[in-house]
């Protein structure tokens, strides 16, 4: 079995923010050499997603809109967390609903994906550097 | 919701995948913070989100059950984590914590942890 690792790193100028990285998860499965298999993308903080939808700018805001609305972020007060100093409180439960992670299956070298899948980094505490994990393993 | 941190894996494994699931549908596996301001933040969302109160709120409940609102709390936080494994350790950031979150407790439940990898 071979595995393959690589870190993306990222650095959003705002505190939210979506990006697609299906071409980087691609360069690294050409890359890996793999066939048959899985790959685990995952966000490596913790008020961040990975999650796979549509790239179209109009659902992003629409997301947008909707997450703040679940999970305000003002009043920032109104979150224990940030009784410790933080204010990202509401990026905790951001993620939550956008999910940690997605696992891909890998046929034929390829991403097995449907017709519209495109992966995403979301970012819901951004403006510092944050990481995201490939992993692919299989043969 | 209770956390209970999972201190696991520390197994023979070298590259593999770790997959950690909730075997009931009223509880999750999630990866947050441990810290327990944002733990006390989750209930209370979620309670907002899909409140227990009313029961009779839910056709779910009708059957004689009252736990409509875990399985939807469930949903929000997910039912499982697949965590990298590299060089025999969790490949975690910083943070990253595993959880079981529990919305309708007071019963024995369990958590499957399977590796999958060399």
């Given at each position: ?5 690589k870190e993306?790193w990222f650095n959003l100028?705002?505190?939210?923010g979506?990006?697609?990285i299906?071409?980087?998860?691609e360069?690294?499965?050409q890359?890996?050499?793999?066939m ?11 008020t961040a ?7 179209e700018s109009g659902l992003h ?12 972020h ?9 009784q ?8 905790h ?14 046929t034929d ?7 519209w899948?495109?992966i995403f980094?979301?970012e ?5 550097r ?10 | 919701?209770?956390g209970v941190k999972l201190?696991l894996?520390?197994?023979q ?10 075997m009931h549908?009223?509880?999750s596996?999630f990866?947050?913070?441990?810290e ?13 989100l899909?409140?227990?109160e ?12 009252d ?20 060089n025999?350790q969790?490949?975690f950031?910083?943070?990253e914590q ?11 439940k369990?958590?499957l942890?399977?590796?999958i990898g060399?």
């Amino acid at each position: 079995m071979k595995s393959f690792r690589k870190e993306l790193w990222f650095n959003l100028p705002t505190r939210l923010g979506f990006v697609n990285i299906t071409p980087q998860v691609e360069a690294c499965l050409q890359e890996s050499g793999i066939m048959e298999g899985l790959s685990l993308i995952s966000a490596m903080h913790i008020t961040a997603s990975v999650f796979i939808n549509d790239d179209e700018s109009g659902l992003h805001q629409d997301y947008e809109h909707w997450l703040e609305e679940l999970a305000p972020h003002e009043p920032t007060s109104h979150y224990k967390h940030n009784q410790t100093g933080e204010d990202n409180a509401d990026a905790h439960l951001k993620r939550q609903i956008m999910g940690r992670e997605v696992v891909i299956a890998v046929t034929d070298g390829k991403l097995d994906f449907g017709p519209w899948e495109q992966i995403f980094y979301g970012e819901f505490d951004g403006r510092r550097r944050k990481r995201v994990l490939i992993k692919i393993i299989g043969e | 919701m209770i956390g209970v941190k999972l201190g696991l894996v520390k197994s023979q494994s070298g590259n593999c995948d770790g997959l950690v699931n909730a075997m009931h549908i009223t509880a999750s596996v999630f990866i947050n913070d441990d810290e327990s301001g944002l733990h006390n933040d989750y209930e209370k969302w979620l309670e907002k989100l899909a409140p227990h109160e009313p029961v009779s709120g839910y056709r779910h409940n009708d059957t004689g059950e009252d736990n409509a609102d875990a399985h939807m709390k469930r949903q929000v936080m997910g039912r499982e984590v697949v965590v990298a494994v590299t060089n025999g350790q969790l490949d975690f950031g910083t943070w990253e914590q595993i959880f079981y979150g529990e919305f309708d407790g007071r019963r024995r439940k369990r958590v499957l942890v399977k590796l999958i990898g060399e």
